[in-house]
């Protein structure tokens, strides 16, 4: 029989598999922890830190922390909820999000996690950074202005497609998304059917062409807030 | 007289008038007005930052232009990208949705424009008080004539969202077709209110008509001025606001171009810089700057076209005409009675087009043949936009022209300003009431300055007083 752990997430208990991260337990029990750089498929790494929780009263990355027998989770604390938009404030400001002319608007995972922890305008001052585009791909476009750097095109290239196409480069305030060429996209064996062209959280990148196909009040996040389909795992339930 | 001796007065910002301008007088030692001019201080740059945007995000980038008639900028982009995709022969379904989202738009904005923006003036004279020459005080005196600008205005913003997803700034149109078609409920929704709708536009028509007759006398001068006249017409000459090739009459109504292809816009037209204005000045080439300027807009379209396809619209066209005998109308004030048969003439096609069981359908976007360059053209509310793009082989725009309504207008409403400062304040103590007349006749044109609003019932008007030698003499702000 598999061996389960019991903790408890904002004082409701959970019974995990021994092994899991929390993120995972959470998941499964219906209780969203907002998260941006985390996504199933691909290997955590606590990266973003949005869905820091504070286990025993110290600040875990949720995707990345194993559960343990009898722990005292915190999620939605007003504490927490104030660092997490802190977080996506600073995403915000630290790139060139103009969500009213982005294709992605409506199914970005940065403006819904926004709109759902009641983010109506940046309290930090916008950066305006100097970032490029690269449209040399005949079928994929990268625009570097909306990308929060959260690493998902990099382990998507290197570990499910097996391609390394992504890299980070610099650091700090200079940190960027490169790709292993010369100079483009064209210039590597990226392919529109790559796992690390489907990744994307924002709109950095896109596949060309496709742009606003889908209608206002169709899209993703214009029918209910995002962490919505893992709430509804909880409804189900009781 | 040396340019010392003059004095100068600036209306700033010039009132209900979408964006800001401003207007200058140079006024003598005898208070004759020397130079009249209307400046756009505005500065927008979207030609610039378009540029290395993905194709397929401008139409819906470059509607953020403005809050008014966004509509416009987006389809105008969209039928350019449709050239880019070589999707320009629509389906039927695409078409239709993109040509009702465009009469639901002119409805709305020639509403907002008449009810809100010029049923002041009109209602309690150019003269009138301040404090009652407004939309509050239309509200307080003629409450029926308030809310049926309110409601009508609301009907055209129902229908672009239901076409484009959103009341404002809206992306239903994407290049080579749209992406939803109208629904039943939507379209049943919308079917509720047209015939209040009809009645409304016959009755707003009925105000600007008799308005018209009524005062004629007085406002067929009233700056008013020959000129040429330029639109887009169906290739029968048929008015029509979403497609067509170009016209352009003299004030007599000799053609000066027609059925001129909107790729050959560049052979045709040109614009002119000057340096008192952030705006530049079209012209038609063949008859250069000086005299080659047209009007653009409602009174341009029912001067251009040679019939109407709806009924009601058709014979208020023929009434409206009759007025000069067939010959072309040059009274700046008839804009007003021209937009109110263009709006009878987009509720018409609006109720048609709800009817049509071809926006239910589902083949919304075709494509073809790619191209580089591409124009599309297409007429605003306030007259004939041009959208001009290249776009290189990564599909990044490399090269955008816009030439808006207002732009062509810019040379008519200077010299409406012009004519008006000349017949009403030279000589005269200068008043409020006086300089509104100036405001009067900018209204006519409906000029979108740009896309900014202003506070509503602020009024932020601002007159200086410079004597000869610059000095600021009195200054009164209201």
Redesign the interface.
């Known amino acids: 029989m598999e061996k389960t752990v019991k903790f408890t997430i904002d004082g409701v208990e959970i019974t995990a598999k021994a092994g899991q991260t929390i993120m995972q337990a959470a998941d499964e029990a219906g209780i969203y922890i907002p998260r941006l750089c985390y996504m199933n498929e691909l290997k955590p790494h606590g990266s973003c830190r949005v869905c820091t929780v504070m286990v025993n009263g110290n600040p875990q990355a949720a995707c990345t922390q194993p559960v343990a027998e009898g722990t005292v989770v915190k999620s939605e604390t007003e504490k927490i909820q104030a660092s997490r938009r802190d977080i996506v404030d600073m995403l915000f400001v630290e790139g060139n999000h103009f969500c009213?002319?982005c294709?992605k608007s409506g199914n970005c995972e940065l403006q819904a996690m926004a709109y759902r922890l009641g983010i109506c305008a940046p309290k930090y001052p916008y950066l305006f950074p100097k970032l490029d585009?690269d449209?040399?791909h005949p079928d994929i476009?990268i625009d570097r202005n909306r990308c929060i750097l959260c690493g998902r095109c990099v382990e998507a290239s290197q570990d499910i497609d097996g391609k390394g196409v992504f890299e980070f480069v610099g650091r700090g305030q200079e940190k960027r998304v490169a790709v292993n060429a010369e100079a483009k996209l064209a210039d590597t064996n990226m392919e529109v059917t790559d796992k690390a062209a489907d990744v994307c959280p924002v709109g950095a990148i896109i596949k060309?062409?496709?742009?606003?196909?889908?209608?206002?009040?169709?899209r993703l996040y214009d029918k209910e807030p995002i962490g919505s389909d893992i709430e509804r795992k909880k409804n189900g339930k009781t | 007289m040396s340019d010392a001796k003059l004095k100068r007065v600036i209306i700033e910002p010039v009132t209900r008038v979408e964006g800001h301008g401003k207007v200058s007088l140079l006024l003598d030692e005898q208070n004759q007005v020397k130079q009249a001019r209307l400046h756009i201080v505005e500065f927008r740059g979207f030609e610039r930052f378009v540029q290395g945007r993905p194709f397929w995000e401008v139409p819906v980038l470059v509607q953020r232009l403005c809050g008014i008639c966004p509509v416009s900028h987006h389809l105008a982009a969209a039928k350019a990208m449709d050239r880019i995709v070589g999707g320009e022969n629509l389906t039927p379904t695409a078409e239709k949705m993109r040509r009702l989202m465009h009469y639901g738009q002119t409805f709305q904005s020639h509403v907002l424009h008449f009810f809100h923006l010029v049923s002041p003036d009109l209602l309690f004279g150019f003269d009138a008080d301040p404090a009652i020459r407004n939309v509050i005080g239309v509200a307080q005196k003629f409450p029926e004539l308030a809310v049926q600008g309110v409601m009508m205005r609301k009907y055209g913003q129902e229908i672009i969202k239901a076409t484009a997803g959103k009341k404002i700034h809206g992306t239903g149109a994407i290049p080579g077709g749209i992406n939803k078609n109208l629904s039943i409920a939507e379209r049943d929704e919308l079917l509720k209110d047209i015939d209040q709708m009809v009645e409304w536009a016959r009755s707003a028509l009925k105000i600007a008509k008799d308005y018209t007759t009524e005062n004629l006398e007085k406002i067929a001068p009233f700056g008013s001025f020959d000129s040429n006249h330029l639109s887009i017409v169906r290739k029968d000459g048929c008015l029509d606001l979403y497609d067509g090739n170009l016209r352009a009459i003299d004030a007599e109504g000799n053609k000066i171009i027609d059925q001129v292809d909107p790729q050959d816009y560049m052979e045709h037209i040109a614009e002119e810089v000057k340096p008192w204005s952030y705006m530049k000045f079209p012209f038609i080439k063949s008859v250069g700057p000086e005299n080659g300027w047209c009007r653009v807009g409602p009174l341009a379209r029912i001067n251009t076209c040679d019939f109407i396809d709806t009924p009601e619209a058709e014979k208020e066209r023929q009434e409206f005409m009759a007025l000069t005998k067939g010959k072309p109308n040059n009274i700046t004030m008839a804009y007003h009675w021209t937009r109110m048969i263009e709006t009878l003439h987009s509720i018409e096609k609006i109720k048609e087009l709800l009817h049509d069981k071809d926006l239910q359908g589902t083949d919304l976007v075709v494509k073809g043949e790619r191209r580089e360059e591409t124009v599309a053209i297409i007429e605003a509310p306030r007259g004939t936009l041009y959208h001009h793009y290249k776009v290189d082989k990564n599909d990044q725009v490399t090269m955008a022209n816009l030439i808006v309504s207002t732009t062509s207008n810019n040379e008519p409403m200077n010299r409406a300003v012009q004519k008006v400062a000349q017949d009403h304040l030279s000589g005269v103590e200068i008043t409020e009431g006086l300089l509104n007349h100036i405001e009067v006749a900018i209204r006519a044109y409906d000029p979108c300055l740009s896309c900014a609003t202003h506070a509503m019932g602020k009024m932020p008007l601002i007159i200086s007083l410079f004597d000869h030698k610059g000095n600021l003499v009195d200054q009164r702000a209201k």
């Open positions: 009213m002319v294709e585009v449209g040399s476009f060309k062409r496709v742009g606003f196909a889908v209608p206002v009040g169709e």
